[in-house]
């Protein structure tokens, strides 16, 4: 399968197999007015599958949320066709905005201009929770 | 600004300081009779609650502070849709200290927010109630005098049962408390307690179903309430609530120190009987929750610069 090269963009690349559709809807990237590609099961060597992201923009990348999805993740960001910077990725403590308290108990559920915030209670299991109700992410 | 949201908020020296302060207001009321004069509590309770509503109202009186309450969402604001972030601000203009009880998880953490005052959680939803863990604190520390090496059994609804949440989170931070974990399967403790609490402190416990096997060991027996409300199904509510009943009988394999606490109000899972046995202390913890609440109220009030 060919896909082209990007000129100037971010690829965010050795997504855990299966993740790349969901980090895709939690960038926004379909709002995007730009080329996007999302491979999916790529062979690789150290993962055995991955996904990628090829963006072909120049648009700031929220890292938390690759952080949230995957800290596996890496991305590269290309300029004039060559890489020009490997960004490092963590699990970022609270997340702002990206995901919703499913908790119907949750003041988030009724106060509607409220920001929904989770934070990092568990690192080694990834576990984030609901700032307000505690509630698993 | 100090608020009080989850009992993990307080350090275990803040909560020995309260209790001193308690230990102290009950031997001199009068020293603090006038302690608050001129400042005032807003009680904001938009879920029913007359004993929380009025432990906060009279421990405030018992300080010479005066009372703003709110006492039902139909009777508020925010019946008209207003958010609890407003509602927050707008009370911190005529209130000193705000105690707030909402049926929504984290709406106190909302309020404290957006508040320019203290706020207090007086319970939000399922989620927690710290000044009741106060209560339940001051109570055991009066009957045994130290929470250290304590045997303490917790009953019936450890699922949906925030108090019970909150006991052991502040219990646990003592050494040698050994847990003692009775109910029925469907209203076990969450697992996620269980990991982040107890086996994170290395705290030791055991489940059972069987409160008359656990009896005999115990030191404190925590009883809880099924709550109705807690609920979206009244089928499993209504083959719930009468799982433990508490009674003179099976007090007779207790220990003769064994201290019985329920945060109230009960339903029937203690026997009217038990309320003559010296062993019970629920009524006792009412009136440390009074107590505990003036400390707070004095605490929060003083870290503020309000007094």
């Given at each position: 399968m060919n896909i082209d090269s990007i000129r100037d963009g971010v690829v965010i690349d050795h997504?855990?197999?299966?993740?790349g559709m969901r980090l895709y809807e939690l960038l926004k990237?379909?709002?995007?007015d730009a080329s996007v590609a999302i491979i999916k099961n790529v062979a690789s060597r150290k993962m055995g599958k991955k996904d990628i992201i090829k963006i072909d923009a120049k648009i700031p990348i929220d890292l938390d949320v690759i952080g949230y999805v995957d800290p596996g993740a890496t991305v590269n960001i290309i300029r004039d066709g060559e890489l020009r910077e490997k960004r490092s990725i963590e699990m970022p403590a609270l997340l702002k905005g990206v995901i919703k308290c499913k908790?119907?108990?949750?003041?988030t559920s009724t106060e509607q201009e409220l920001e929904h915030i989770f934070k990092l209670t568990d690192r080694e299991n990834k576990v984030y929770r609901c700032i307000y109700c505690e509630t698993k992410a | 600004m100090k608020s009080i949201i989850?009992?993990?908020?307080?350090?275990v020296a803040e909560i020995e300081e309260l209790i001193a302060v308690a230990q102290e207001l009950i031997v001199n009321p009068g020293q603090y009779a006038?302690?608050?004069?001129g400042k005032k509590l807003a009680t904001l309770f938009f879920?029913?609650?007359?004993r929380t509503r009025l432990s906060f109202e009279a421990a405030m009186y018992e300080l010479g502070g005066q009372v703003l309450s709110v006492s039902s969402a139909d009777s508020s604001s925010a019946a008209k849709g207003e958010s609890v972030a407003d509602t927050a601000r707008v009370i911190s203009c005529y209130a000193d200290i705000i105690a707030m009880r909402h049926p929504k998880e984290g709406a106190a953490l909302v309020a404290a927010q957006h508040a320019t005052v203290p706020v207090i959680n007086a319970g939000d939803g399922g989620h927690c109630h710290p000044t009741q863990t106060l209560a339940d604190l001051l109570t055991i520390m009066r009957e045994k005098?130290?929470?250290?090496?304590l045997t303490v059994g917790l009953c019936g609804d450890?699922?949906?049962g925030r108090t019970v949440h909150s006991l052991i989170t502040a219990l646990?931070?003592?050494?040698g408390v050994k847990f003692v974990l009775i109910s029925p399967e469907e209203l076990k403790l969450p697992s996620y307690v269980k990991r982040d609490v107890l086996k994170k402190n290395g705290i030791e416990y055991e489940q059972t179903e069987n409160l008359e096997e656990a009896l005999?060991?115990?030191?404190i027996l925590y009883m809880t309430r099924v709550q109705?409300?807690?609920?979206?199904?009244e089928e499993d509510y209504l083959r719930l609530k009468d799982h433990y009943v508490l009674s003179v009988e099976k007090l007779?394999?207790?220990?003769?120190?064994l201290a019985v606490l329920h945060p109230?109000?009960?339903?029937?899972?203690?026997?009217?009987?038990?309320?003559?046995?010296?062993?019970?202390c629920y009524f006792k913890q009412v009136l440390n929750g009074k107590y505990m609440r003036m400390a707070l109220i004095l605490k929060l009030l003083k870290e503020a610069g309000t007094l």
């Open positions: 997504i855990k197999a299966g993740e990237l379909d709002t995007l908790n119907p108990r949750c003041i | 989850d009992i993990v908020d307080l350090s006038h302690a608050c004069a879920e029913p609650s007359t005098g130290t929470f250290n090496g450890l699922k949906f646990s931070r003592y050494s005999p060991a115990l030191d109705r409300e807690r609920f979206f199904n007779k394999n207790a220990k003769p120190d109230l109000p009960r339903v029937n899972e203690i026997s009217v009987a038990v309320d003559s046995d010296p062993r019970a």
